[in-house]
């Protein structure tokens, strides 16, 4: 039997439905009162517990086989230290405790590529650069980097674990709207004003779920696998969505500086009257100009994992706003 937490977020909700083609029985556990509706119809049995609950946890993961770690906080609004650090940190040391009590046979964490301390752009880094949080400046990548860190040092203490690690995930099954589902619905409703220069490394959900299975069949105890996909310039994805919604991209190209600028002054602004993530905040504005430039070599050679081409995953992502009446 397979427990997977956080299962209906975006990796989530995907994990579960691969488990379940692949004949696995699966526990999903879930927050009281959370919305369902990301695994609703799936042949899943749903536990309530709380990540930040250990007892929650131990009747979750009895019996179980195979724990997949999916839930945390991920935010790129600053301020949210309190909130990062029990979710993400203390909740992932539980999980770890939790897996021991029970005797989990094998824990499988979703980490972040943040979590890695990256070199200097131009050097492609993999997954030999360490996980260091006194040297990462973003909230979420130090909480990330720390929880990864309790479940390697698990490793040492017997617990069988292994880190995967994705770049930024997109693709269907967009529930409850990532970054890049945040971007095509602003986009085909023409309330993007403009954009800025940078890069990111994108990589479709569904490659990203097989990655995970792949770790937990094929994976070496106490190692991370990156599982990245096509590094992407911002303008490459603007001429992307202008050819498969057929809507014009916005004319206004900002200035970085003028971006970050704006983001400080906006954003709490923003929060306040939507109730959304803005999608330029200073810390996603900083995300696009670092080093994206990385490898999945690792997990292609010692898992054999694969990713399709990202054209593909915005075709599809497209497709499935559509048919959930995201877009118009």
Same mark, same amino acid.
């Given at each position: ?12 909700? @995907? ?22 509706? +990301? ?14 609950? %250990?007892?929650?946890?131990? /009747?979750?993961? #009895?019996?179980?086989?195979? @724990? ?36 989990? /046979? ?26 260091? +949080? ?16 309790? @479940?390697? #040092? ?8 292994? $880190?995967?690690?994705?770049? =930024?995930?997109? =693709? ?12 095509? /619905?602003?986009? &085909? ?6 954009? $800025? ?5 994108? $990589?479709?959900?569904?490659? $990203?779920?097989?990655? %995970? ?16 996909? #096509? ?35 906006? &954003? ?12 330029? &905040? ?5 995300? %696009? ?5 990385? &490898? ?29 009446? @995201?877009?118009?």
């Amino acid at each position: 039997m397979v427990v997977v937490t956080g299962p209906t977020g975006h990796i989530g909700n @995907v994990l579960v439905r691969e488990l379940l083609k692949r004949g696995e029985r699966v526990r999903a556990l879930v927050l009281p009162s959370e919305d369902l509706t +990301p695994i609703r119809g799936l042949d899943v049995e749903t536990v309530e517990g709380d990540i930040v609950d %250990l007892d929650s946890l131990i /009747r979750a993961f #009895e019996g179980a086989d195979v @724990v997949y770690h999916l839930a945390g906080v991920i935010s790129i609004v600053p301020g949210e230290w309190d909130r990062l650090y029990r979710v993400n940190v203390v909740g992932t040391r539980n999980v770890i405790r939790a897996c021991l009590t029970c005797e989990v /046979r094998r824990l499988v964490y979703a980490s972040s590529i943040h979590a890695f301390y990256e070199p200097p752009p131009g050097i492609t880094f993999d997954e030999t650069s360490p996980f260091d +949080p006194e040297k990462l400046s973003m909230e979420y990548d130090r909480t990330k980097a720390m929880a990864t860190l309790e @479940v390697l #040092e698990a490793t040492r203490k017997g617990l069988d674990a292994v $880190v995967v690690c994705p770049t =930024g995930v997109m =693709g269907p099954y967009d529930y409850r709207l990532s970054e890049m589902g945040q971007l095509i /619905r602003d986009f &085909t409703r023409k309330t993007l004003i403009g954009y $800025v220069n940078g890069a990111y490394d994108f $990589v479709d959900v569904r490659d $990203v779920a097989k990655g %995970l299975i792949l770790a937990c069949e094929k994976g070496k105890t106490g190692e991370s696998y990156i599982l990245s996909g #096509e590094r992407i310039t911002i303008p490459e994805i603007m001429s992307h969505l202008e050819e498969l919604t057929g809507s014009p991209r916005p004319r206004l190209r900002f200035p970085v500086w003028l971006a970050q600028i704006a983001a400080a002054v906006f &954003t709490p602004l923003y929060l306040m009257l939507t109730r959304e993530r803005p999608l330029l &905040t200073t810390c996603s504005i900083q995300t %696009l100009q670092r080093n994206s430039e990385t &490898t999945s070599q690792k997990a292609i050679s010692e898992l054999g994992y694969s990713a399709r081409p990202l054209r593909q995953s915005i075709e599809d992502s497209i497709n499935w706003l559509k048919d959930h009446g @995201v877009l118009n």
